[in-house]
């Protein structure tokens, strides 16, 4: 009777630990689902921004309603960095990822539709 309340056991036991590993693989999975959609709609978006043409204009417009308490009314720097010549340490998807994102505290994140997005990149393009 040890034997097979042993090997009843056993079954038992491999039971849960294929039950764990078939829970970890569909949450695995489910993460990187959720990792590949939302890279590809960051990408949609910043491919849409890049099609479109900018206005210096209303780039800088968007520029004194949102960035100046950091940037400075004229992009030299404050809290945050001087953004003249920032096009060309950077390439314009970077900067796009850097203002959706928010990816260097305490740059909070943006979100800021593919025109305005664009009118953005163009001031900041005039600043070089």
């Not at 590949?36 to 520029?63: C, M, P, R, W």
Request: glycine share 6%; with cysteine; hydrophobic share 40%.
């Amino acid at each position: 009777m040890t034997s097979s309340s042993s090997s009843a056991a056993e079954k038992k036991i491999k039971l849960e630990i294929w039950k764990k590993v078939l829970i970890v693989l569909l949450v695995a999975f489910m993460i990187f689902v959720l990792i590949y959609l939302n890279n590809h709609e960051s990408n949609q978006y910043i491919l849409k921004t890049l099609e479109l043409e900018g206005s210096v204009k209303d780039g800088n417009a968007l520029f004194k309603t949102n960035c100046v308490g950091c940037h400075g009314i004229t992009a030299r720097g404050l809290v945050g960095p001087d953004l003249h010549s920032i096009t060309q340490s950077f390439n314009d998807k970077e900067i796009i990822k850097q203002v959706t994102g928010g990816l260097t505290p305490p740059m909070p994140s943006f979100e800021i539709d593919p025109q305005n997005m664009a009118n953005l990149l163009k001031y900041l393009h005039s600043l070089d």
